[in-house]
């Protein structure tokens, strides 16, 4: 690996261990430009930034909704977590926003405490992100076995699923939706007769213009052009169809006021559970997409800063109502094959995104919720590691069986109780196998 320091932009120059030492705690963004930064950067990092906007403009809406919120939610973390994200962090190429993995922790701290409850929780996720950067324990959250990683984003990506099947079906509940995911199953089982074709229709068309454009069209935006068509084939047709305008009435065209949570002790012990669990996924999530980052790009980033840029992110995204920010690892790959070159890139992906608020925000309300749902549904068949999986199942059952107990309980509890677990397991083989 190499790391960016010194010469021009493009240009990858080994270092010593002073100098590593030295930059520990130097955004990447402050490392380029005083490396030196041109116009014809700055239109790669263009190009590349409108690129993910695209991308990320109808996923940070269905990440929203699916969590529980409403989508202008979603658009404020990417414009606010994203922006921070890119101009703070240790990644050249690293994409902020809300991301799929958290939908599960964001809908139950949702449920448990209200949405002032998931901004205070996010706010205090941000200071303990930012403090773990600070005590420099970014290089830990390696140490997290990979058949634990394998098993809890396969369960999160079931857990989307299962989220999703009521838009996506346009089912109606004889009561709420239950939380846990057994009961919700069930729930779903016996709502089965309430299925809408037109809802239904809507949700698998995005599910396959989104393969056909990937499949035969792999440069274009086939996210934001299958709910674009699902959108205008709703509303051309009149199809019955749930709408973000008929159950959010739409989306706000500015970013509301900054403001501080309530900090008062009685709620911040309430929800400390949960910003604990956002500040360890959260952790995870954002180093696994720079380690990502770096093996597409053969540079490498700085675990620490990062993690103090997330922490900062975070907070920041609370202040004006956001939800969790991490690093995503779809928006980042998407990044680098846009060919950008530095952290502007990411910033102006939040600006873009900014601008669509600003001029355009009324036509979000004719986007139907299973045209959202069958988005997320692509997004969370992505999510699970099939081949790691198939690996891990005809090489390793060691790691089988620690990916299998992993995703039990996540499925069975929650994302803490699976990884846990896990670990335990995990620790226990090496040390009974210590030869493995």
Not at 271 to 292: C, H, K, Q, R
Not at 310 to 321: D, I, K, P, R
Not at 402 to 412: E, F, P
């Amino acid at each position: 690996m190499w790391e960016d320091h010194g010469g021009p932009i493009g240009q990858q120059t080994p270092m010593t261990d002073a100098a590593k030492a030295s930059n520990l705690y130097v955004p990447k963004l402050a490392t380029l430009l005083r490396a030196g930064y041109g116009l014809s950067d700055l239109r790669a990092d263009a190009v590349a930034g409108l690129t993910v906007a695209i991308v990320a403009l109808p996923l940070s809406m269905a990440i929203a909704i699916a969590s529980g919120v409403g989508p202008e939610r979603g658009l404020y973390t990417a414009i606010v977590g994203g922006f921070l994200v890119s101009m703070l962090g240790g990644s050249r190429f690293q994409i902020g926003g809300p991301a799929g993995a958290f939908i599960v922790l964001v809908a139950g701290t949702v449920h448990l405490h209200g949405i002032e409850g998931l901004v205070l929780a996010t706010f205090l996720s941000g200071l303990m992100l930012a403090a773990g950067g600070l005590l420099r324990l970014g290089n830990l959250i390696r140490l997290i076995p990979g058949p634990v990683t394998v098993g809890f984003t396969a369960g999160i990506a079931v857990i989307i699923l299962a989220s999703q099947v009521r838009d996506l079906l346009g089912l109606t509940l004889a009561g709420g939706e239950p939380a846990e995911f057994g009961p919700k199953v069930a729930a779903l089982v016996q709502a089965l007769p309430s299925l809408s074709l037109p809802a239904a229709a809507v949700a698998f068309s995005v599910v396959g213009i989104i393969l056909a454009v990937r499949r035969w069209r792999p440069a274009w935006p086939a996210l934001l052009i299958a709910v674009g068509l699902a959108s205008g084939a709703a509303v051309l047709l009149n199809l019955p169809v749930e709408t973000i305008g008929s159950k959010f009435g739409g989306v706000p065209n500015h970013l509301p006021l900054p403001q501080l949570p309530d900090l008062s002790l009685a709620k911040v012990m309430a929800v400390l559970p949960a910003a604990a669990a956002f500040t360890l996924l959260g952790a995870i999530e954002s180093l696994l997409s720079a380690v990502v980052a770096d093996g597409m790009s053969g540079r490498r980033h700085r675990s620490n800063m990062e993690l103090v840029a997330q922490g900062v992110a975070n907070s920041g995204a609370a202040l004006f109502g956001g939800m969790p920010v991490t690093g995503t690892i779809a928006r980042t790959a998407t990044n680098v094959r846009a060919g950008a070159r530095s952290p502007v890139s990411g910033m102006l992906h939040s600006l873009y995104l900014l601008a669509f608020m600003l001029v355009a925000a009324p036509l979000a309300a004719y986007v139907p919720l299973a045209a959202l749902a069958g988005l997320l549904v692509v997004v969370a068949w992505n999510m699970v590691e099939k081949t790691e999986i198939a690996h891990l199942a005809r090489e390793n059952r060691g790691g089988a069986a620690v990916m299998a107990v992993t995703l039990a309980l996540t499925l069975a509890h929650d994302l803490i109780a699976g990884i846990g677990a896990g670990c335990v397991l995990a620790l226990g083989l090496a040390w009974i196998r210590p030869s493995r």
